[in-house]
Nanobody, 119 residues
Framework: VELVESGGGLVQPGGSLRLSCAASGSIYSINVMGWYRQVPGKERELVATVTSGGSTVYADSVKGRFTISRVNADNTVQMQMNSLKVEDTAVYYC??????????????WGKGTLVTVSS
């Protein structure tokens, strides 16, 4: 299973970015797709997740600014990030939790994409 992330970059405070993640490989189903982030010296933290049924969870710090969505048929997840703040600077990781073609539970992470919010 491979996760390919895109969309990171440098943006000014108040700006927007859109992250995308595409999952491919021996996937039977994906229950949860999500984004996490990590800054040096801190633990990786949940940003937002979305289930196959469309239920979402957001970190309090991003509620009202970030929107997560997924396309089940394509095994893709996106996150629209608006009103970005300097404290949103981090490496953002895509994660999937589901079942592979051998009907085994799976839990995969992407390699991460850097988001830098700076003037």
């Amino acid at each position: 299973v491979e996760l390919v992330e895109s969309g990171g970059g440098l943006v000014q405070p108040g700006g927007s970015l859109r992250l995308s993640c595409a999952a491919s490989g021996s996937i039977y189903s994906i229950n949860v797709m999500g984004w996490y982030r990590q800054v040096p010296g801190k633990e990786r933290e949940l940003v937002a997740t979305v289930t196959s049924g469309g239920s979402t969870v957001y970190a309090d710090s991003v509620k009202g600014r970030f929107t997560i969505s997924r396309v089940n048929a394509d095994n893709t997840v996106q996150m629209q990030m608006n009103s970005l703040k300097v404290e949103d600077t981090a490496v953002y990781y895509c994660r999937i939790i589901g079942v592979d073609l051998l009907r085994r539970g799976m839990n995969y992470w992407g390699k991460g994409t850097l988001v830098t919010v700076s003037s």
